[in-house]
């Protein structure tokens, strides 16, 4: 069975500071893991996709996230937050046929 | 490229009423997914296409949910007779298909936002 995990629910940056949204992983088959996120009212925008190529996977809005197996972790950074970051984020992990979500972590960017 | 079409956004019903959503997904694309996202959870997968088959309904209520895809394009869910705790957004997302033993990358619609009362 697969599993996600993100770890905090709510996560306030001042705006130049760095973005560390922290997402576990369960698996019994190699993974592929996924970021979206989803600004208010819409849906959900994919940010970026680990399909086991690179480690370290870059994706849109200067957003990276690294696969970690020893830890099994995928969290997502990004060096400096703009105010247009704030969103909900949310991790997911993808097999054959079913993706599994996390719960999201909501970004708050503090001028 | 045409994104996945949804409608209507917005829908206000009272409880025991009935209601429909629609989805139009990306052309071409094999599968088809409904997702249920109330406030502050993350999306949880209702229903899952393949074509015109139902891959995955493990989640879908069946005393009061129902989805169909015709022709393998369009779909509609729809619930009857709604429940207070059916309030959130319905999600339609649609991706190319299995390759290579992955589902495909997930593409969203704006979903559409249900209040029952």
């Known amino acids: 069975a697969q599993s996600v995990t993100q770890l905090g629910s709510h996560v306030s940056v001042s705006e130049g500071a760095l973005v560390l949204l922290r997402c576990n992983y369960s698996?019994?088959?190699?993974?592929?893991l996924f970021w979206y996120v989803q600004y208010p009212n819409q849906g959900l925008q994919l940010l970026l996709k680990?399909?086991?190529?690179?480690?370290l996977v870059k994706g849109i809005n200067g957003f990276e996230a690294e696969f970690k197996k020893s830890e099994t972790s995928f969290h997502l950074t990004k060096p400096s937050a703009h105010m247009s970051d704030a969103a909900e984020y949310f991790c997911?992990?993808?097999?054959?046929?079913?993706?599994?979500f996390g719960t999201g972590t909501r970004l708050k960017v503090l001028a | 490229e045409a994104g996945v079409a949804q409608s209507p956004r917005y829908k206000i019903i009272e409880k025991r009423q009935s209601v429909a959503f629609w989805c139009n997904p990306i052309?071409?694309?094999?599968?088809l997914y409904w997702y249920q996202q109330i406030l502050g959870q993350g999306p949880k997968l209702l229903i899952q296409?393949?074509?015109?088959?139902?891959?995955?309904d493990s989640q879908l209520p069946k005393d009061r949910f129902s989805a169909e895809r015709l022709k393998g394009v369009d779909s509609t869910l729809k619930i009857q007779p709604a429940k207070l705790e059916d309030s959130a957004v319905y999600l339609c997302?649609?991706?190319?298909?299995?390759?290579?033993?992955?589902?495909?990358?997930?593409?969203f619609g704006e979903g559409s936002r249900l209040t029952v009362l």
């Open positions: 997302a649609s991706s190319l298909g299995v390759t290579g033993g992955f589902s495909g990358e997930l593409f």
């Open positions: 698996s019994s088959v190699p993974p592929y």
């Open positions: 680990y399909t086991s190529a690179a480690t």
């Open positions: 997911a992990v993808a097999g054959t046929y079913k993706y599994i």
């Open positions: 052309s071409g694309h094999a599968t």
């Open positions: 296409f393949q074509n015109n088959g139902v891959v995955d």
